[in-house]
């Protein structure tokens, strides 16, 4: 089994940053990928990135390319995501999630870890 704790969610003002750290443990060796993803009210979870472990190929949505930027740190089984250029509408619950099998990286399907989420608040 793998275990993720998530940390760094909070309030922030639009055009803030934040930065998002999963943390690892167990059998983080049967690690393939990472990813992020996020929750709003009301609707459905969605993709945000993900990286590979050995290459750290990056993934992103469509909606945060070019603001979001995920990395990682293998020695530390840790994930983070950088957030910039934040909007109202980046308001959400973001979960990490570990891949150990093959897939596609853009379902929540693929992930067979979760995390507890953090909350990302982004408001005036």
């Known amino acids: 089994q793998v275990q993720l704790v998530e940390s760094g969610g909070g309030l922030v003002q639009p055009g803030g940053s934040l930065r998002l750290t999963c943390a690892a443990s167990?059998?983080?060796?049967?690690?393939?990928?990472m990813g992020w993803f996020r929750q709003a009210p009301g609707k459905e979870r969605e993709f945000v990135a993900a990286i590979t472990r050995s290459a750290g190929v990056t993934y992103y949505a469509d909606s945060v390319r070019g603001r979001f930027t995920i990395s990682r740190d293998n020695a530390k089984n840790t994930v983070y995501l950088q957030m910039n250029n934040l909007k109202p509408e980046d308001t959400a619950v973001y979960s990490c999630?570990?891949?150990?099998?093959?897939?596609?990286?853009?379902?929540?399907?693929?992930?067979?870890?979760w995390g507890q989420g953090t909350q990302v608040t982004v408001s005036s």
């Open positions: 167990g059998r983080t060796f049967s690690i393939i990928a």
């Open positions: 999630a570990a891949k150990r099998y093959s897939g596609t990286y853009y379902q929540s399907a693929s992930y067979d870890s």
